[in-house]
């Protein structure tokens, strides 16, 4: 059975959660787009992800640097000030009587057309804003489990091509890494850029362990990772070794210790790559990690 770093435990109350969209909130079911709009035409937008746990976001000013970074690399000017979308989240919660084990999803598209066409200049409307919380909890078994990493022949494409760096709506080829890594019977699948390096993940960034040293790529052809960047920094600060390099594939096969980051489940193992196996009996290195991020709530 394919288990993945975003799974969780159903939850009913999720059913009656309700929506933001344009400043206006709808019932789950009744919470629709219109056919026009630049997310349904042409995937034309960017997105982010948080947490709010204990009654409080987690990493807000982060990920709203990232989201406002990514929409401006697109061209997309997000007509709510910073302030105005912290004020629509903290809604969302409130409106939803939300306090803890919430993760939302803002998703930002260029506005409705009045055509199916790819030029903004046929965009008809500001930006069109939705907000989705819902209540999520990490099924524990991925952390006693482990995941399975494959590599897979999609790659992670080039800069001035679709920057591999931006969280756009458009995410057609980390759908076929994922589809191509569940077929080859891996959980998840593990990318090379351009040059044969091995990038990350179709939707978790990816580290390595040798000798008590870690290791991650450039970031280049990756999404800025957030929970990436606090495991670098967690690493620095507590003087664990950490490498933000090029490596190959050889260099993965011959690890001590393997683990995936992300906005949702954190930090989750690495039980194999390929043919390679690990023992998630010994982490030592990935379960001090786990256990300094997790002291940042």
Same mark, same amino acid.
Request: net charge positive.
């Given at each position: ?38 997310s349904?035409?042409?995937?034309d937008g ?56 919430v ?19 046929v ?33 992670r ?26 077929k080859?019977g ?10 044969g ?14 000798? #008590?040293?870690?290791?991650? &790529?450039?970031? /280049?052809?990756? %999404? +800025?990772? *957030?929970t ?5 920094? @967690? ?12 490596f ?19 930090i ?5 790559? #390929?043919?390679?196996?690990? &023992?998630?009996? /010994?982490i030592? %290195? +990935?379960? *001090? ?6 002291? @940042?709530?």
């Amino acid at each position: 059975m394919m288990v993945s770093s975003h799974d969780y435990f159903a939850d009913k109350r999720n059913d009656k959660v309700k929506i933001y969209i344009n400043g206006k909130f709808y019932k789950r079911k009744d919470a629709k787009v219109s056919v026009f709009d630049s997310s349904v035409l042409l995937g034309d937008g960017v997105w982010d992800s948080l947490r709010y746990h204990e009654n409080k976001f987690i990493f807000l000013k982060e990920h709203l640097d990232r989201l406002y970074k990514d929409a401006k690399l697109i061209d997309l000017k997000i007509h709510l000030s910073r302030r105005k979308i912290s004020e629509a989240l903290k809604k969302t919660i409130q409106i939803n009587k939300m306090e803890s084990h919430v993760h939302l999803r803002i998703i930002i598209s260029r506005g409705i057309k009045s055509t199916p066409y790819q030029s903004p200049k046929v965009t008809i409307t500001q930006p069109t804003i939705i907000i989705i919380p819902e209540y999520k909890i990490p099924d524990k078994e991925i952390y006693k489990k482990g995941l399975r990493l494959v590599t897979v022949n999609t790659i992670r494409g080039s800069i001035n091509a679709q920057n591999p760096q931006i969280n756009s709506l458009s995410k057609l080829n980390c759908i076929l890494a994922c589809i191509e890594a569940n077929k080859k019977g891996g959980d998840e699948a593990l990318m090379f850029d351009i040059n044969g390096n091995i990038a990350t993940n179709n939707s978790t960034h990816f580290f390595y362990i040798k000798n #008590n040293t870690v290791f991650t &790529s450039t970031g /280049k052809y990756c %999404v +800025t990772g *957030i929970t990436r960047q606090k495991i670098i920094d @967690l690493c620095k600060k507590n003087k664990i070794k950490v490498k933000q390099k090029n490596f190959k594939l050889k260099d993965v096969l011959n690890a001590d210790e393997a683990f995936v980051t992300g906005s949702f489940a954190g930090i989750v193992p690495v039980n194999s790559i #390929n043919r390679k196996k690990f &023992s998630l009996n /010994k982490i030592p %290195v +990935t379960t *001090i990690l786990s256990i300094l991020y997790k002291n @940042l709530f």
